[in-house]
């Protein structure tokens, strides 16, 4: 908490209307105050489409995956009938987890606590020894419903009814990502990271351009041609993308990231995807509390076949040292974030235009939220 600011003096202490050449970042209370973090959670992760998993995960019907999006526990679920469909996963007896399982298969959802059953639909099945219970509504205790689309290969969940429909939200990027073909992308395998900085420096990083590029990730730099570097922003999405040249200065760096560009997309809030010739890696940052977050990694590749497999780890291996080269930054700027020396930072006119599309986006998001908040308050 920052000693004698209100939310209200924090969010106006940003200008979003600055043009790029005049524009400063979010300022620094934006990243370590836990009143912004918990409006967040209010707003912009309960108001947004969230990636929760992968199409394959739920093709058949009773497969689920699990996730928790703004703290509260999600199941999507195929059903007997082939719809997907997205639920809390919260027990309407006593509030358990009714499926414990990151992901799998079930006939029927089984609540671990008291053995209540639920079908693939929702609706509640049986309650062990409930006779003599008066005024019970069964039809009235199913699952608590989410909404639940898909794009591409994956599944994504939205916490608020009123929300416009997944491919609204996406917006040019469905048409931008459309020709990269990633349905036909294989998954491979993933990696968590657990990083002390708060979600945002960790989105930052990512859409400075290549800024920090040739200077941070010197093998991955040899492969691109920085100067080509392209900075696009649309609806919610920024591509960035750099023609490649092929170097052997880093021989493990050369052989796993080809092609002739590289495509970097950035989706609001928190979903990037990465791809190179026969390759993709997804990265979803998951806010854990204002001076943490978790980045899940998930890699794909067009032949996950064994005879790639050696290959294949070669390059998540690749994509891990880019990794480790980041969060160590991403803490070390967390830490200068808090510094008394610091208050907000001025932007790059080439390069860091991404940022400022991120920043305006979420600025307008708290905005509208606090003043939902204080207008149910009045
Ligand atoms: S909490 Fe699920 S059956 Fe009691
Ligand atoms: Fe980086």
Known sequence: MIKGMSVQQILASYDDRAPLSEASTIPAPWYVDARIAELET??????????????EQVEKAGQFVTATVAGEPIVVVRGNDGVLRGFYNVCRHHAAAVVTEPCGQASILHCPYHGWNYGLDGALKGMPEFDGVKDFDRQKNGLVPVRAEIWEKFVFINL???AAPLHEFLGGLVRKAAPLGLAKLNYFDSRSYDIHCNWKVFIDNYLDGGYHVPHLHKALSSVLDYKAYT????????????????????AATGATRKGDRAWYFWQYPNLMINCYEGYMDTNLVIPIDVDHCRVIFDFYFSDVSEARREYNTQSVAVGNRVQDEDLGICEAVQRGLKSRAYGAGRLSVRREAGEQLFHQLLAADLKRGLGAGAAAAD
């Open 42 to 55: 209010k707003t912009v992760f309960s108001q947004t489409w969230q990636m929760v998993g992968r199409i």
């Open 160 to 162: 608020d009814p009123q």
């Open 231 to 250: 900075i696009e922003n649309e609806d919610r999405y920024c591509l960035q993308s750099s023609p490649m040249v092929s170097s052997d200065e880093d």
